[in-house]
């Protein structure tokens, strides 16, 4: 696994969670897709399993709303350098609990994301979990390219 010098906030020992799964969705995505990722988001939530994400698209966004409603592990995955103030309450609310953390595998100098470290991001993301779950990607895109060697679910 590509491993580089990684910047935390929040409870570190979540990295270590024992089953990790990385949920992705492409930013443009059917109507379909919302239920189940919301369902999907729930049944995560109430099996108590880690989910990490970038949380960058918005439906990334509406499950990690319903997952910081749990007591279960989230480890959020910036495609940027570690933010220097958290950008939201719910953010910090879920640091304060104990059940929110946020990497970056980037150094400082990265201030914005960018297609490459988006990709980069992704790649960590997978590398990092032991099963993928797709909401929906898009055709010729950057989740459509990235070569997954973990079992990976469809919604």
């Known amino acids: 696994m590509y491993m580089p010098e990684l910047t935390f906030r929040g409870d570190e020992a979540l990295f270590n969670a024992k089953h990790k799964i990385a949920f992705l969705c492409s930013r443009d995505y059917p109507a379909s897709v919302v239920q189940k990722s919301y369902e999907w988001a729930l049944e995560q939530k109430n099996a108590g399993n880690c989910v990490v994400s970038g949380f960058h698209s918005q439906i990334e966004r509406d499950v990690l709303h319903f997952l910081l409603k749990g007591d279960?592990?989230?480890?959020?995955?910036?495609?940027?350098?570690?933010?220097?103030?958290?950008?939201?309450?719910?953010?910090?609310?879920?640091?304060?609990?104990?059940?929110?953390?946020?990497?970056?595998?980037?150094?400082?100098?990265?201030?914005?994301?960018?297609?490459?470290?988006?990709?980069k991001r992704n790649e960590f993301m997978v590398d990092l979990s032991d099963e993928v779950v797709i909401a929906h990607q898009s055709e010729g895109g950057m989740i459509a390219g990235l070569a997954i060697n973990k079992p990976v679910y469809f919604l």
Do not use: C, W
């Open 72 to 119: 279960q592990p989230v480890i959020m995955v910036l495609a940027r350098s570690m933010y220097k103030r958290l950008p939201d309450e719910e953010l910090k609310s879920g640091i304060e609990k104990g059940n929110l953390l946020i990497v970056s595998p980037f150094p400082d100098n990265v201030k914005r994301s960018s297609t490459y470290h988006s990709r």
